[in-house]
């Protein structure tokens, strides 16, 4: 089931930071940062088993990630993506002038996608080119 | 008995994050020139030792894009195809810079310069509203040393070490005994306050969950209340009005307070507001006792970047040279807002990958131009880049210098020879600039 009124923040994890150093475009990176963090009881809200493919929607755009359930709960509304090119498809780009985009607090909308496939960061990022 | 095949090197500065942990060992094996061993770092600090050794990620010579597919090239050619480049730009960006030594960030200085292009590092997508609050009214901030040895309550606000500092907590604000906190954690109040009860805010002997973006409400009412103010409502950005008090007292009452601010501050909508808000809290509890502030800077050396950038042009990030002199304006000069507006039209990044960290309406613009790397990794960048150019790894595989995130310098050392025909950072910008020069006629 779609949950909508979601807020996705993004931030560093130590499985981020050891798979960036060793090789990104391993599969380790896509388990590492290619993932989004649900509060439990919305988790169970998507009825679906855990580390089924979820698209993530926010106004600056789409990305398909694995779902997972957050070990920092509970933070009921709030969905995590660790940073990285994943979370980088639906930041929201603004500054406010200042240079820093506004990589935390978008609203965003998560819909499972069973069928759905998370690519790796190059092949992520190679779209960014052909497009 | 000692294996003669390995050598090892003490006290090695880990070139990771902004913590430059000091006391690493690094063994190698002489016969291959490969790290087999690191000792006391973290997690993340041993798997970049692990990742300097050649693999398939690693570049080893310079490399060139040709009809889709990438071939080797002589160091001059590169260099010479790259100047090529940087000098046909109108308006080049050179980005990246803080995952390598000062010298190679100075000769960065001076090829922007020299193409009268963009200079920016990574504090532009991280601390760079924490650099901008402290033009505005200053930073009261002391050395890592001095909280280890003094500090009695801790603040990690929008940082959460555990994952993205991960000895901090050990080498200086929580678990380290220090000279007047003989008893280490157990003489530390340790507060976090975040949306997220993070691995950190576990450890915490005081958990604040607030709304997302809503810190700037959050600090503005602590000033309020530390003025004597009742506060109005029964909560403050979701956090109820009592443990707001007991917040206060406790931020009032402590011998030596610190708060470490992460990004949880800089990257929300209220972006440099929130640390100056967060900044004059701080000042404001002076009237009280002894408090300072220090950003948890995330590249070993984005620091240094700050310092070397500043010392040479005036300002810490986000410099146009194209009139000819330096001129500082986030907003406009930072890389984020150049390419949303499609104004780059070639890219030279240095020790950076920002095709993973810029959002991908900003990289989706890099890429209509040309973009050379000096990047020793495949990366989302390097693999679309022109011209790939391979650097010796600075603080594993050549010397330097790198500031810690309280901008105490430090030396790195060398522990092993990078692989093939890699330069240093220094070398292949030094290259850079001779050959951007002689093209000139300067």
């Not at chain 2, 390598?100 to 001076?110: F, I, P, S």
């Not at chain 2, 006792?289 to 310092?307: D, E, I, S």
């Amino acid at each position: 089931m779609r949950i909508n009124n979601l807020i996705l923040i993004t931030c560093r994890t130590i499985n981020q930071g050891v798979a960036l150093e060793g090789g990104k475009n391993t599969i380790e990176n896509v388990r590492a940062a290619g993932i989004c963090a649900f509060d439990k009881e919305d988790f169970k809200k998507l009825d679906c088993p855990v580390g089924t493919p979820v698209k993530v929607i926010t106004e600056h755009g789409e990305v398909v990630v694995y779902s997972t359930i957050s070990e920092e709960g509970p933070h009921p509304g709030i969905i995590f993506i660790p940073m990285g090119p994943w979370a980088n498809q639906v930041v929201n780009p603004d500054s406010q002038s200042c240079g820093t985009p506004t990589y935390k607090g978008m609203k965003a909308s998560v819909e499972p996608l069973p069928n759905g496939k998370v690519l790796n960061a190059v092949n992520l990022i190679k779209l960014l080119k052909v497009a | 008995m000692a294996d003669k095949n390995i050598r090892t090197v003490t006290d090695v500065i880990c070139p990771f994050c902004g913590t430059l942990c000091d006391d690493l060992e690094v063994d190698i094996d002489n016969k291959e020139e490969k790290i087999v061993e690191v000792r006391n770092g973290c997690q993340i600090g041993t798997k970049k030792y692990f990742s300097s050794n050649p693999s398939v990620h690693r570049y080893d010579k310079p490399l060139i894009k040709d009809n889709g597919s990438y071939k080797a090239i002589s160091w001059d050619e590169a260099i010479d195809k790259a100047a090529d480049i940087l000098i046909k730009a109108k308006r080049p960006l050179l980005y990246g810079f803080s995952s390598t030594e000062c010298d190679a960030q100075g000769k960065g200085v001076e090829l922007a310069e020299l193409l009268g292009g963009i200079l920016d590092n990574t504090a532009s997508v991280c601390h760079g509203p924490s650099l901008l609050a402290i033009q505005d009214v200053g930073a009261p901030t002391s050395t890592l040393g001095e909280y280890k040895n003094r500090a009695d309550l801790v603040v990690f606000w929008g940082s959460n070490p555990v994952h993205a500092h991960p000895r901090h907590l050990g080498r200086y604000s929580d678990f380290i005994r220090g000279y007047f906190r003989k008893d280490g954690s157990n003489d530390r109040f340790i507060v976090v306050v975040d949306p997220r009860n993070t691995h950190t805010a576990q450890l915490a002997d005081m958990y604040i969950q607030l709304n997302p973006s809503e810190d700037y409400e959050l600090i503005n009412a602590i000033r309020a209340m530390l003025r004597g103010v009742e506060l109005e409502g029964d909560e403050i950005s979701g956090v109820p009005k009592k443990i707001i008090i007991e917040l206060v007292n406790a931020l009032k009452s402590c011998n030596y307070g610190v708060i470490f601010f992460g990004m949880g501050l800089t990257q929300t909508l209220s972006h440099h507001r929130n640390i100056d808000a967060a900044i004059c809290l701080v000042r404001e509890l002076n009237d009280h006792t002894k408090f300072l502030l220090t950003p948890m800077r995330g590249h070993y050396n984005v620091a240094g970047a700050n310092q070397v950038f500043t010392w040479q042009t005036g300002y810490s990030y986000s410099i146009d040279f194209s009139r000819g002199y330096p001129r500082y304006n986030p907003g406009e000069f930072s890389s984020v807002d150049l390419l949303m507006r499609d104004e780059i039209d070639a890219s030279l990044i240095v020790a950076s990958d920002p095709a993973s960290n810029f959002p991908a309406a900003a990289v989706k613009n890099m890429f209509k131009y040309p973009l050379i790397s000096i990047e020793p990794h495949h990366t989302p960048t390097s693999v679309n880049a022109d011209i790939i150019l391979p650097p010796a790894i600075a603080g594993i595989e050549c010397e330097g210098t790198a500031y810690r995130m309280d901008s105490v310098p430090l030396r790195l050392r060398k522990v092993k020879d990078a692989p093939g025909d890699c330069l240093t950072d220094k070398e292949i910008l030094e290259r850079l600039v001779e050959a951007v020069k002689k093209k000139k006629g300067e």
